[in-house]
């Protein structure tokens, strides 16, 4: 079983070894990240299921092809589908490209699960799609659909192609991993797994390390390390935070880290995805491309930006206030920036 994408892979393949786990199929699993429920990021399994994180990053210097044309797996879950890794493809078409090569070696046999609201996966399917395909969707039609079935999205109902429907509390939140829980359920019920058992599973889901982990609470102010280093997934998760703890502020410090960032290739959607955060501190990389900080204007007094990752952090402990949901947004270590924080307010604000 394999999960592409551009953002969800991790989480979603975590969450479809987990059901797996939780209902006894002992899966192996390669995962680029540590799902909570393992505490490893991979797993040699005892059965013949094996879930992968899917990657379309290209395999060696001497092999450009996407690492994911290597799997054949018997089912694929594609989650989305945008434009990334601008240092590895030239444009949108060179990554659905790679994406159709994927398609090529799934077995007629297997099973495709596309998110129905992506707006580039039906071209992936229209090039050549030779296995069933099943879709899902939050709030849309879909063969899987899902919704919250409160406010702040601490219970989520899913319907299954069938028209069976269930409803469990969960752990996480967000439309983001809605969509990621119901990709996870539709590919668990190829191995037989059911929709009560997936589920079940779902309630005792932990999340994985760096996506929106909570990593501490301090004099009321919730600090969180999150692996978010693309516009949409920035966007998503701040939302996410809002709807889950609303009335408090929500604090963002952001370093763009990934090659696709510093060659400019977000400038014109990175200061929209920031746009529903009440503050942002953002780290500027010496090597960041030139205009950085002119595409980031629409923030205005919001935006706070630093060099130093010392003056970053003496800036922001300032600056936060009890009840501040305080969300660190990188795909490296940030200069240890979230754990400098934690200690100065530990020091500073414990009660």
């Keep these: 079983m394999a999960v592409a994408g551009t953002h969800g892979k991790t989480t979603t393949a975590s969450m479809l070894a987990w059901i797996l786990q939780d209902a006894g199929l002992a899966p192996g699993f390669l995962i680029g990240g540590i799902p909570a429920n393992f505490g490893v990021s991979a797993s040699f399994g005892e059965t013949d299921y094996f879930v992968v994180e899917a990657d379309e990053y290209d395999t060696a210097f001497f092999d450009k092809r996407a690492k994911f044309v290597h799997y054949s797996p018997n089912t694929l879950v594609l989650n989305n589908l945008e434009y990334d890794h601008a240092d590895i493809y030239a444009d949108l078409d060179a990554i659905k490209w790679q ?20 707006e580039n996966l039906p071209a992936v399917i229209d090039a050549g799609c030779w296995t069933p395909v099943e879709t899902f969707a939050s709030d849309s039609d879909a063969d899987w659909q899902g919704s919250f079935a409160d406010s702040t999205e601490r219970n989520i109902r899913v319907i299954s192609p069938t028209g069976e429907s269930g409803d469990t509390r969960w752990k996480l939140g967000g439309r983001h991993n809605l969509e990621n829980a119901l990709a996870a359920i539709a590919a668990a019920q190829s ?10 599973a779902m309630s005792r889901f932990d999340g994985v390390k760096r996506r929106m982990e909570r990593t501490a609470t301090v004099g009321d102010i919730a600090i969180y390390d999150d692996f978010a280093h693309h516009p949409t997934a920035i966007r998503r998760t701040i939302a996410a935070v809002k709807r889950r703890y609303p009335g408090q502020r929500v604090i963002v410090a952001i370093e763009p880290r990934s090659n696709t960032m510093k060659l400019g290739v977000h400038d014109a959607e990175l200061a929209q995805s920031l746009a529903d955060a009440d503050l942002v501190w953002m780290y500027r990389p010496e090597d960041m491309y030139d205009g950085f900080e002119e595409s980031l204007s629409a923030l205005g007094e919001r935006l706070r930006m630093f060099g130093d990752y010392d003056n970053l952090v003496s800036d922001m402990s300032a600056k936060v206030l ?8 990188s795909n490296g270590g940030f200069g240890s920036t979230r754990q400098t924080l934690t200690a100065v307010l530990q020091r500073t604000r414990s009660s």
Excluded: E, K
């Design 99 to 118: 994406f159709h090569q994927l398609m090529r070696t799934v077995p007629g046999n297997g099973r495709v699960i596309i998110n129905a609201a992506d």
């Design 191 to 200: 191995a037989g797994i059911t929709l009560a058992q997936s589920l079940a």
């Design 322 to 329: 009890s009840g501040d949901q305080v969300i660190f947004m």
